[in-house]
């Protein structure tokens, strides 16, 4: 089932616009990531399904209601976490939860929560006192303890060193876990391929790709190679490799084998070099990731 | 109800871990200590000023800057994606910030009535009319700042800025009869100035001119009604 519809979301300001006919949707349960470029509408489009914005256009339904006329009953499902939001530097962590869960009908415990995000021992700490992961930590508590259905995480590890990265990210695995559906907008291309079910890259607006981040990753038609080494005292009937599906091109040097080609031809290298019982050492492929998938997509780098 | 004094008890907690908070408390305590060893018995002048100053101080230094720095830091923006509406929160700090100068103002008479010996007016109803409205303007000026104010600092700098001369017209810094006639004149109709004139007149057991309450209570709607128009929730 669909949580988060959304059709042919147009937003300008001026004569700036920043979501030029968006459509995407959210299935019940999974991490769906939006990513793109600063400046490439994700945050605006995700404000629009939150409800803190106003769209010109288009249609969106979260959990079947209408974030701007439903407002109020959607904020009692939804938990958030913004991107540049701040608490008092003089609230204490517990004073914190405890505050926000009272704002919902229906909260969780707070007390699990301090205890299954590792705050307890900053339970009685200052907000002002704590680390960026501690605090992102808190951010994502705050944004758990209404019980919501869906989660928005914006930006989550903008800031963060690698470590706290990679901890955020086992963090919002286990929220997954629990059957909370989340949202997570990102520029960062590793932390969608490592959390995401489904992704949305954005640029200038428009949505310019969708689906599983490998499957975004496959889609890209474009070379990629494949490099080995072939062991001493076997010889190898290399024009057997050229006519394998996908493979484009077989350059040797020496005993140094490249393999350009498309697609997943890579296997049925490796199968043809088995069959022929020829041994290689020191086997590359080039993994291509995200960031190429963007390149090709959008034809410039991601900053 | 619940969640207004949920957010009223933190809010409470947060004023006193609040520096600033305790300063605009001092600040004419002070004032009324130093200056009340010198005074006759029965000065009608002096407790006027010291309560003029705590209230322009609550309002025009602690009020926006509060509110300002709520905006910038995204507390009313992330409240905004919860059930409740941050317009609660305000609500809270407004009434919060109203109750500190009451306590602040309340602290002073005492210390006046009891330790200086200073008079104290008899028309209760005068005083509290008096200084609902005089406070209405003070804070009415506080919420324009936070509106306009970008940030915190910003919201902060413009409060000092304008309390200084405010207090000058007021006749806060120096009494009103040794000020050029025309600055006082023109002080008279300042929102502090008309505050501190209109206490004055209740404090002297005469009634407060009409014209002064008139005039704290057009500031108070109309620049209210001005902050109202341009504040923004981020």
């Not at chain 1, 949505?207 to 890209?220: C, Q, S």
């Not at chain 1, 493979?247 to 890579?266: E, H, P």
């Not at chain 2, 008479?109 to 009891?114: D, K, L, S």
């Not at chain 2, 505050?195 to 309450?213: E, I, K, N, Y």
């Amino acid at each position: 089932m669909a949580v988060i519809e959304v059709m042919d979301l147009r937003k300008r300001y001026g004569d700036l616009t920043v979501l030029d006919g968006v459509s995407f949707s959210v299935e019940e349960g999974e991490i769906f990531g939006i990513l793109g470029p600063n400046g490439a509408g994700k945050t605006t489009a995700v404000e629009c399904v939150e409800g803190l914005r106003r769209p010109d256009g288009g249609s969106i339904r979260v959990l079947g209601l209408d974030p701007v006329g439903n407002r109020r009953a959607l904020c009692e499902q939804v938990g958030v976490q913004l991107q540049h939001t701040q608490l008092p530097d003089n609230l204490k962590v517990w004073e914190a939860l405890d505050l926000y869960a009272s704002f919902y009908p229906k909260p969780g415990d707070w007390r699990e929560l301090l205890v299954e995000w590792g705050l307890q021992d900053k339970r009685d700490t200052r907000f002002g006192k704590l680390s960026g992961g501690q605090k992102q930590r808190l951010f994502i508590a705050l944004a758990l303890v209404g019980n919501p259905r869906v989660a928005f995480l914006d930006e989550l590890t903008t800031g963060l060193d690698p470590q706290a990265r990679r901890a955020t990210w086992a963090l919002i695995k286990r929220i997954r876990a629990t059957g909370v559906t989340v949202v997570l907008v990102s520029h960062f291309m590793d932390e969608v391929e490592e959390l995401c079910d489904r992704a949305a890259i954005f640029d200038q607006g428009r949505i310019v790709a969708l689906d599983t981040p490998a499957g975004i990753v496959d889609e890209i038609d474009a070379d990629h190679e494949m490099r080995f080494t072939l062991m001493a005292g076997e010889l190898a009937d290399l024009t057997d490799l050229t006519g394998l599906p996908g493979v484009a091109r077989v350059t040797r040097t020496g005993d140094r084998v490249v393999v350009t080609g498309r697609g997943d031809f890579a296997t049925a290298v490796t199968a043809q070099l088995a069959r022929h019982h020829v041994l290689v050492s020191d086997l590359r492929i080039d993994k291509r990731t995200l960031d190429d998938a963007f390149v090709a997509l959008t034809g410039r780098p991601l900053e | 109800m619940k969640i207004m004094m949920k957010l009223a008890v933190v809010e409470v907690k947060l004023l006193t871990r609040e520096p600033g908070a305790i300063f605009t408390l001092l600040i004419p305590l002070f004032i009324l200590v130093v200056f009340g060893s010198s005074i006759e018995p029965g000065d009608t002048v002096l407790l006027p000023m010291a309560l003029a100053i705590a209230v322009g101080l609550v309002g025009l230094y602690l009020l926006p800057t509060t509110l300002a720095t709520y905006r910038e830091r995204g507390i009313l923006r992330r409240m905004s994606t919860t059930p409740v509406r941050p317009a609660n929160l305000l609500a809270v700090q407004v009434l919060l910030q109203l109750v500190l100068a009451l306590t602040t103002c309340a602290l002073l008479i005492t210390v006046a009535g009891t330790v200086l010996d200073a008079r104290l007016p008899t028309a209760v109803g005068r005083v509290a009319v008096t200084f609902l409205l005089g406070t209405g303007a003070m804070f009415a000026v506080g919420l324009l700042i936070a509106a306009l104010a970008r940030n915190g600092r910003t919201a902060n700098g413009v409060g000092v800025l304008l309390y200084f001369p405010m207090a000058y017209l007021a006749g806060l810094m120096q009494p009103t009869d040794q000020m050029p006639q025309l600055l006082a004149r023109i002080g008279e109709y300042t929102p502090l100035g008309a505050f501190r004139q209109g206490m004055h007149q209740v404090w002297a057991d005469t009634t407060p001119s009409p014209v002064l309450l008139g005039v704290l209570a057009a500031y108070a709607v109309t620049i209210s009604a001005v902050a109202a128009r341009y504040f923004r929730w981020e």
